[in-house]
């Protein structure tokens, strides 16, 4: 049989461009080379698409120095689904086709990558994906849109401001905020950008770093309780299913889950399985479930919860490209629940080659 080619595509505009790399060196580690013909394309800082050998074991953290997507063959894909995929170029060789490309496989987080714009490119280009499509990429990132569809289905949301670029911050109603609240980007992840504020004299501090990454912030109450997360699949029908939930627990140096307690200084512990009751161990993953749905998610996501003293659930984050590195979350969550990383990755590739021939 011909194998499967499968584009991975990593690296990125976003500020999580070096946890997209991580994320890819598991990936690509994880491709059978007897079932698909890898094609890796970085796309660096700035934006360039490159060619590139993709080594997994150099594309790792280096002290305290994330890797970067920084040179390879300029490669391109069309917007135009005549194009027959690829296309590659040096100076002085001329441009060379590389061929129709099965799937790709977007390890992208962020914007960019995450936000529905690359999604669009995939949809112009008639290229089967991995992962979810334009518009439910796009309300994901959103953290406003987010909750603003979860609460219209139903499911529980944290209370929140929203604060855009050149606001007057004293015309914002944060009444309804009580200390301490997180100033986060809107659209961003990996805790990147995230100030938590305890004294209302730190907010526009606070705002200041958020809009380095966005033009647009959230203000988020605090809630107390234990931080659960649960990855979602879709069946060989497409329809949803949990993984079991999982726990995050600092237990050093951090009084929040920020990008250095989650990448750099092993400042976590995971519980998976999560010590839950059964009865709100399945309350949790229906909720997943429908949070997946509400945003008309495909593919995989992750949602993020806290879990409240009484037992109540708030969803704070649906991820629709969940990290994929040796310590995130959801391929551990999928491990426990029976499905290797090679089968996760595997099963990923079969559902969105099932979806585009639908």
Request: glycine share 10%; proline share 6%; with cysteine.
């Amino acid at each position: 049989m011909r194998r499967i080619r499968v584009a991975v595509v990593y690296g990125g505009r976003s500020s999580e461009h070096g946890i997209s790399v991580l994320s890819a060196a598991s990936v690509l580690a994880a491709l059978d080379p007897g079932r698909y013909e890898v094609i890796p394309i970085g796309i660096t800082p700035a934006g360039a698409w490159v060619l590139t050998d993709a080594d997994p074991g150099a594309l790792q953290i280096t002290g305290h120095s994330l890797p970067e997507v920084e040179k390879g063959t300029a490669v391109v894909l069309p917007g135009d689904p005549t194009s027959s995929g690829l296309v590659a170029w040096e100076p002085g060789a001329g441009v060379q086709l590389l061929g129709s490309v099965d799937v790709v496989f977007p390890v992208l987080h962020g914007r960019f990558g995450e936000d529905g714009t690359i999604q669009g490119l995939f949809e112009m280009a008639g290229v089967a994906y991995v992962g979810a499509g334009v518009f439910a990429s796009a309300a994901a990132m959103d953290k406003e849109f987010t909750k603003k569809l979860l609460h219209a289905e139903g499911l529980p949301v944290g209370s929140y401001a929203v604060i855009k670029r050149g606001d007057t911050v004293s015309a914002v109603d944060l009444a309804h905020l009580a200390l301490p609240v997180f100033v986060k980007p809107a659209r961003a992840g990996s805790s990147i950008g995230i100030t938590k504020v305890t004294d209302w004299a730190e907010l526009p501090d606070a705002l200041t770093t958020a809009f380095e990454h966005d033009n647009k912030a959230l203000v988020e109450a605090g809630v107390a309780g234990r931080e659960i997360e649960c990855g979602v699949l879709e069946d060989e029908d497409g329809r949803p299913v949990a993984s079991v939930p999982a726990e995050i627990r600092l237990v050093r140096g951090h009084d929040w889950y920020d990008f250095e307690a989650k990448y750099i200084d092993d400042a976590c512990e995971f519980d998976v399985p999560a010590d839950l009751p059964a009865e709100l161990t399945a309350r949790l993953q229906e909720a997943a479930c429908r949070a997946f749905t509400a945003l008309g998610c495909a593919g995989l996501a992750r949602v993020d919860f806290f879990v409240t003293p009484d037992g109540g659930l708030v969803v704070n984050e649906v991820n629709t490209m969940p990290g994929f590195t040796p310590i995130s979350m959801f391929p551990r969550m999928w491990e426990a629940s029976g499905v290797g990383y090679p089968a996760l990755v595997d099963r990923l590739i079969a559902s969105a080659l099932r979806r585009a021939a639908s």
